[in-house]
């Protein structure tokens, strides 16, 4: 080591392994405007001589020299040095010397931004009153009038109407003035079929939280277009003769539902009580059910049984499931391949406690 300076040792080492100086800058960290002079030997520009004996050992290890060796042997160099580094009173501008001008800088720095949100605060409780006492305008008045005349109020109609009534019971029967006018009753609404779906079968669409459990709806379902001539998938747009499976289900509770028709695409919602939905298909129909308590079928009868007593009843997934034909049963291993089970719901009469 004896021959040359701290910097050529270091420099001349550093350059026989075939490293870059940038290289020793990633890896210890140190600029590398500070390690050209730690090699030139400019400790003018270094700051103190403990973050020179911190930078000079970890330039030695990350070459692969012995630290400790180094500046042992470069104890009394760098002692010398480090003595030539000029005063903060002389105009040193290195990096311990800049430290406090940092300092307070920051310091003026959060104090400007203090001084914004000071001043954003009382502008805010100033102006906001004048805001909420403004005047009203022209314009105003005039929506206001308008508004007015769009919504006429009822009370005065009504009282006319039963002023009327009053006179006309007090004076006797009216000479008729005109044509004779006929009562019009309302008409009942026709009564459905045995087989009708009833209406609003659907409760809600597959979004949202179930109203009797509180679990989350299913979300494996695509919701089909307002325009679609069977927007359920339940085979409304057959034709009698394509229809050879019918199956009929009515629910007793708020119950989840789960069915496929034929080919077409798996359907899935909250089937709210007392309702009745009719499935259609050409070959096959698969129906799981919540809770086999809670729902009644009908298939090639005309009564109703639970769907806990039908023979085809499985359990797949810890659902209750249905296929028709029952043939089709024991052929179809999995009728909802990939799909997760239905949340559970209570028995028919069962009250769910709520948190």
Same mark, same amino acid.
């Given at each position: 080591?004896?021959?040359?300076?701290?910097?050529?040792?270091?420099? $001349?080492?550093?350059?026989?392994?075939?490293?870059?100086?940038?290289?020793?800058?990633? !890896?210890?960290?140190?600029?590398?405007?500070?390690?050209?002079?730690?090699?030139?030997?400019?400790?003018?520009?270094?700051?103190?001589?403990?973050?020179?004996?911190?930078?000079?050992?970890?330039? *030695?290890?990350?070459?692969?020299?012995?630290?400790?060796?180094?500046? *042992?042997?470069?104890?009394?160099?760098?002692?010398?040095?480090? !003595?030539?580094?000029?005063?903060?009173?002389?105009?040193?501008?290195?990096?311990?010397?800049?430290?406090?001008?940092?300092?307070?800088?920051?310091?003026?720095?959060? *104090?400007?931004?203090?001084?914004? /949100?000071?001043?954003?605060?009382?502008?805010?409780?100033?102006?906001?009153?004048?805001?909420?006492?403004?005047?009203?305008?022209?314009?105003?008045?005039?929506?206001?009038?308008?508004?007015?005349?769009?919504?006429?109020?009822?009370?005065?109609?009504?009282?006319?109407?039963?002023?009327?009534?009053?006179?006309?019971?007090?004076?006797?029967?009216?000479?008729?003035?005109?044509?004779?006018?006929?009562?019009?009753?309302?008409?009942?609404?026709?009564?459905? *079929?045995?087989?009708?779906?009833?209406?609003?079968?659907?409760?809600? !669409?597959?979004?949202?939280?179930?109203?009797?459990?509180?679990?989350?709806?299913?979300?494996?379902?695509?919701?089909?277009?307002?325009?679609?001539? &069977?927007?359920?998938?339940?085979?409304?747009?057959?034709?009698?003769? &394509?229809?050879?499976?019918? /199956?009929?289900?009515?629910?007793?509770? &708020?119950?989840?539902?789960?069915? $496929?028709?034929?080919?077409?695409?798996?359907?899935?919602?909250?089937?709210?009580?007392?309702?009745?939905?009719?499935?259609?298909?050409?070959?096959?129909?698969?129906?799981?059910?919540?809770?086999?308590?809670?729902?009644?079928?009908?298939?090639?009868?005309?009564?109703?049984?639970?769907?806990?007593?039908?023979?085809?009843?499985?359990? /797949?997934?810890?659902?209750?499931?249905?296929?028709?034909?029952?043939?089709?049963?024991?052929?179809?291993?999995?009728?909802?391949?990939?799909?997760?089970?239905?949340?559970?719901?209570?028995?028919?009469?069962?009250?769910?406690?709520?948190?």
């Amino acid at each position: 080591m004896s021959g040359h300076t701290l910097g050529e040792f270091l420099r $001349q080492e550093r350059e026989r392994r075939g490293i870059t100086i940038e290289q020793v800058a990633s !890896a210890t960290k140190i600029s590398v405007r500070l390690l050209h002079s730690i090699e030139a030997d400019r400790y003018g520009e270094l700051p103190a001589k403990p973050f020179v004996r911190g930078f000079v050992q970890s330039y *030695a290890r990350f070459v692969g020299l012995d630290a400790a060796e180094v500046l *042992a042997r470069y104890k009394g160099f760098i002692d010398e040095r480090s !003595a030539d580094r000029p005063a903060k009173d002389s105009g040193h501008s290195g990096y311990a010397f800049e430290k406090k001008d940092a300092d307070r800088g920051r310091q003026m720095l959060w *104090a400007v931004m203090g001084s914004f /949100v000071v001043l954003g605060a009382v502008v805010f409780f100033v102006v906001k009153p004048a805001f909420k006492h403004r005047e009203e305008t022209p314009a105003d008045r005039l929506r206001a009038a308008r508004s007015a005349q769009a919504t006429p109020p009822a009370a005065p109609q009504a009282s006319a109407r039963a002023a009327g009534s009053a006179d006309q019971e007090s004076a006797g029967p009216m000479p008729a003035s005109g044509p004779p006018v006929a009562k019009v009753e309302p008409r009942p609404a026709p009564k459905a *079929a045995e087989d009708e779906e009833v209406p609003e079968t659907v409760a809600q !669409a597959p979004t949202g939280p179930s109203p009797a459990t509180g679990a989350a709806e299913p979300s494996d379902v695509s919701v089909p277009s307002e325009d679609d001539k &069977d927007p359920l998938r339940k085979g409304d747009d057959l034709s009698q003769v &394509d229809v050879r499976q019918k /199956v009929v289900f009515k629910s007793l509770a &708020d119950i989840w539902v789960r069915y $496929q028709v034929d080919d077409r695409p798996a359907m899935r919602f909250m089937l709210r009580a007392d309702r009745i939905i009719v499935l259609k298909a050409r070959e096959q129909v698969r129906f799981q059910v919540s809770n086999p308590k809670s729902a009644m079928v009908r298939y090639r009868t005309s009564e109703f049984k639970r769907v806990e007593d039908a023979p085809n009843l499985e359990t /797949v997934r810890e659902t209750a499931t249905l296929i028709y034909p029952i043939e089709l049963a024991e052929k179809i291993e999995d009728p909802f391949p990939g799909m997760a089970p239905l949340p559970h719901t209570p028995d028919p009469g069962e009250r769910v406690e709520s948190n």
